[in-house]
């Protein structure tokens, strides 16, 4: 059984859609990075995953329909929102009572394993933590419990690098086991690289590429062209040109490794890159189509 | 449409753990969220249960005329139209309760928006219906029992310092404690107590309604449209039913449930007033107005399906 599966997805604000017909099947053990610009629809996915919003076409989370079993869906689901909203009133010790006396999967000692590992104190309220300590906390609360599907809306926005890093080492290392799903949005793209398993860019409500990593890195690949190699390099139909210091740097898709040797430096395109490509690619298409 | 074809296989562990935390723990533990949350609930009747005996104990040391001290000591001797201390406690932790009860209601589903804590409320396996319920169950059953309680205990205090003031004074202290029927009092006041939540329940479920809708503003969106409602019946049609209608609903409670209605100006007092069950429980605004209750509540659980954080 897939952890995610919608069929024909769609939400509509008034007159703005923000998803359209959006196609998803993600399999149980997965780390998906869903990437697209402000407005693209991550968020509205993320709530209809969720169960926050109502939406027409078919949705599946865990075998459930999320908006009508949100209760139930959430012992098996955890989320963190893309800013802090953890209310500013709670004591941390508050926190751990409620979340024990509410979820049944929620290990208390582990939560409190992971807090002992910061400078958070149980006395304290959160509104007098910094940022960065309520995203700790957050985190902890959230790795004490066995979920099945874990959801990340912009889960380290606003927080130092130092926190940053801490965030997904912590996730990596002491939380996904292989039996659970990560699925994940962010603008720090560099950071969650080497993280996934899966890429998916959405955009204008549509899913505009999807692919696991392997795929990814046997797919796409990106050149540093010399100068008088360019015209032949433009030959091979590139997805996306540009320039740095000078020199091109040519990507393309599904592309034959050798041939693209004889060009220039042959590497794998960060997931920037291929961000940058695809939407331009895309925003070309829509011109033309105009 | 909800029952999923294929639902995931739960061990029967997992059918344990989960049947021990739906049954009640959901609840339980929302209702002392909103305590930690609203910490005016106890706070503020707290307050009020010590403003009686204080006033009683600076009315002892610094007496306004010579002799108040001993006629406040005796009940019986104190003239009708002056309040005893136990029917003006009762009176003050009644409004108190009302208004915590009122003020609760308009914020209760309009902070976890405005904070965005609703997010994380969400986050867990709460249902809507169990978080409406917790929040109702504040003013319908919390300051209620709260309220008994103080009550209670602020009789037990008043009691206690005029026997010690009889003691200095003289006479033996037996004859005010025996004056002083406990059973019927906890009594009365229980019922009492229970016939305000029946009766204000609708306006616990407007306001709750309210707070879950109103973007800004909870108040003026709980008080307005009634007032509006109230003045143009009186310009069209120069009538007050929707007006003796709020009235009624407000202060028509006690009324009903007690036969002996004090005369204006004195405060109730449940020691003396005759209790009238029957009809209180024949009374159709009653069950209309709990009908109401209802539908407010089940329109609230609804919006907070919809809940975004605003």
């Given at each position: 059984m897939p952890c995610i599966d919608a069929?024909?997805?769609?939400k509509a604000y008034g007159t703005t859609v923000a998803l359209d017909g959006v196609d998803l099947n993600i399999e149980e053990g997965r780390i998906l990075g869903l990437i697209g610009p402000n407005g693209a629809g991550k968020t509205t996915a993320m709530n209809a995953i969720l169960g926050l919003i109502p939406y027409q076409g078919a949705l599946k989370v865990l075998g459930r329909d999320p908006w009508t079993e949100r209760d139930r869906l959430m012992r098996d689901v955890c989320f963190i929102a893309d800013v802090a909203v953890l209310?500013?009133?709670?004591?941390?010790s508050q926190a751990l009572d409620y979340v024990a006396g509410v979820h049944p999967r929620f290990r208390r000692a582990k939560a409190e394993g992971f807090l002992a590992k910061t400078t958070i104190r149980e006395t304290s309220r959160i509104r007098e933590l910094s940022k960065g300590m309520v995203t700790q906390l957050h985190l902890a609360l959230i790795m004490a419990v066995d979920a099945k599907l874990l959801v990340l809306d912009e889960p380290t926005l606003g927080l130092d690098i130092l926190y940053r890093k801490q965030f997904y080492d912590v996730l990596l290392n002491d939380y996904f086991d292989h039996s659970r799903t990560i699925v994940v949005t962010t603008h720090q793209v560099e950071e969650i690289q080497d993280v996934l398993t899966d890429l998916m860019f959405i955009n204008l409500g549509r899913i505009v590429l999807g692919c696991s990593m392997e795929e990814f890195q046997s797919r796409y690949l990106e050149v540093m062209v010399n100068p008088e190699r360019l015209p032949a390099a433009r030959s091979l139909q590139p997805m996306h040109e540009r320039e740095v210091f000078g020199r091109s740097i040519l990507l393309y898709d599904r592309a034959d490794r050798q041939q693209l040797t004889a060009l220039g430096d042959v590497r794998t395109p960060s997931i920037a890159d291929l961000f940058v490509a695809v939407m331009g690619h895309q925003a070309g298409q829509e011109g033309a189509a105009r | 449409?909800?029952?999923p074809s294929s639902p995931i296989p739960d061990t029967?562990?997992?059918?344990?753990?989960?049947?021990?935390?739906?049954?009640?723990?959901?609840?339980?533990?929302?209702?002392?969220?909103?305590?930690?949350?609203?910490?005016?609930?106890?706070?503020?009747?707290?307050?009020?249960?010590?403003?009686v005996p204080l006033g009683l104990l600076i009315s002892r040391f610094c007496p306004v005329n010579p002799g108040s001290t001993a006629s406040a000591a005796d009940p019986v001797k104190q003239p009708a139209a002056l309040p005893t201390p136990s029917s003006f406690a009762v009176s003050l932790l009644f409004l108190t309760a009302f208004i915590v009860g009122v003020f609760y209601c308009l914020d209760a589903l309009h902070s976890e928006r405005s904070d965005r804590s609703i997010l994380f409320w969400k986050s867990l396996p709460v249902s809507d219906l169990t978080t409406v319920l917790s929040k109702a169950s504040i003013p319908l059953a919390v300051l209620p029992a709260l309220t008994f309680v103080l009550i209670l205990a602020t009789q037990l205090v008043v009691m206690l310092m005029r026997s010690i003031a009889l003691l200095a004074d003289g006479p033996s202290a037996a004859?005010?404690?025996?004056?002083?029927?406990?059973?019927?009092?906890?009594?009365?006041l229980l019922y009492g107590l229970t016939v305000m939540a029946?009766?204000?329940?609708?306006?616990?479920g407007w306001l709750l309604l309210v707070s879950g809708w109103a973007r800004r503003a909870a108040f003026l969106w709980a008080v307005l449209p009634p007032v509006a409602i109230i003045v143009v019946e009186k310009i069209a049609f120069n009538t007050s039913y929707v007006g003796s209608l709020l009235h009624s609903r407000l202060l028509g409670?006690?009324?009903?449930?007690?036969?002996?209605?004090?005369?204006?100006?004195a405060p109730f007092d449940p020691l003396t007033a005759q209790?009238?069950?029957?009809?209180?429980?024949a009374t159709p605004g009653l069950w209309l107005g709990l009908g109401c209750a209802g539908l407010f509540l089940f329109a609230a659980v609804r919006l907070r399906r919809q809940g975004r954080p605003i």
């Open positions: 069929r024909g997805l769609r209310p500013r009133w709670l004591r941390v | 449409m909800s029952t029967p562990l997992d059918d344990r753990i989960t049947a021990a935390g739906t049954a009640t723990r959901p609840l339980y533990w929302s209702v002392r969220r909103e305590l930690w949350e609203n910490r005016s609930i106890y706070i503020a009747p707290l307050i009020a249960a010590t403003l004859t005010v404690s025996t004056q002083l029927p406990l059973l019927h009092m906890s009594l009365a029946l009766w204000h329940a609708p306006i616990y409670g006690v009324a009903r449930a007690f036969a002996a209605t004090p005369p204006s100006g209790l009238t069950p029957g009809r209180f429980l």
